[in-house]
């Protein structure tokens, strides 16, 4: 149990475009997800915390209107990188929480997002 | 300010044990996690300890001290599929991860 899957897996887009990643809850309720961000040799960076039905919390120096993040149900959190720009090229991870277990978060697979 | 403090790497020999060892300050604690990574995939979970002592999971076996602040992890019986990074978090008064650099571990044949 407790899988979250993420997709896609990887994607290549050019400069100026927008990218939307989807994240999954596959067998639970995931009352809050999160989303990470890390560089390579770096570790996990947390941009945003986001809860079924209400607007994300973002980090400082995480730009929202940059990163959208929506989670529109209990199940299914997405985040779009508008307008990407090759600093933007990282791999980009969600995890989800439960009620039951509010201790632990579960992971996606990651996206690995190129901006060329 | 809250911290998280781990080694950046260490290198170990397969078939011997190794301790990685983690400190940390935070606002509130409300458990300390260990994840492992492997390069360009996501963490997979290890251990969760929230009372102080040693939690034994196979191979794998994590202990805290809440009074000092301290946590390890020890693998026993290295495999060379056991190089990969190791990340050490802290849940604080709000449940959120406070998330330490990583441990890079390097086995060596």
């Known amino acids: 149990g407790a899988v979250v899957s993420q997709h896609p897996s990887r994607v290549i887009c050019k400069s100026g475009t927008s990218v939307k990643i989807e994240c999954r809850s596959l067998?639970?309720?995931?009352?809050?997800m999160f989303w990470y961000r890390q560089f390579p040799k770096q570790s996990l960076m947390l941009m945003a915390t986001?809860?079924?039905?209400?607007?994300?919390?973002?980090e400082q120096g995480v730009e929202k209107d940059k990163f959208l993040i929506n989670h529109a149900s209990l199940t299914l959190s997405t985040l779009t990188v508008t307008s990407a720009h090759p600093e933007d090229s990282s791999f980009y991870i969600c995890s989800a929480r439960t009620v039951a277990r509010d201790y632990e978060q579960y992971f996606g697979p990651g996206t690995r997002l190129t901006v060329t | 300010g809250q911290n998280i403090d781990q080694p950046t790497e260490m290198t170990a020999t397969e078939g011997a044990i190794v301790q990685i060892n983690c400190t940390y300050q935070t606002s509130g604690f409300n458990g300390l996690f260990w994840y492992q990574q492997h390069a360009g995939e996501a963490p997979t979970f290890l251990s969760y300890?929230?009372l102080d002592g040693l939690e034994e999971k196979g191979r794998f076996s994590s202990f805290l001290s809440r009074s000092k602040g301290y946590s390890y992890l020890l693998l026993k019986e290295l495999q060379m599929k056991d190089s990969a990074s190791y990340l050490c978090a802290v849940a604080d008064s709000n449940y959120q991860l406070i998330w330490g650099a990583g441990t890079k571990l390097i086995i060596k044949p």
């Open positions: 300890n929230v």
């Open positions: 067998d639970f309720q995931a009352t809050t």
């Open positions: 986001s809860n079924e039905g209400s607007k994300a919390t973002y």
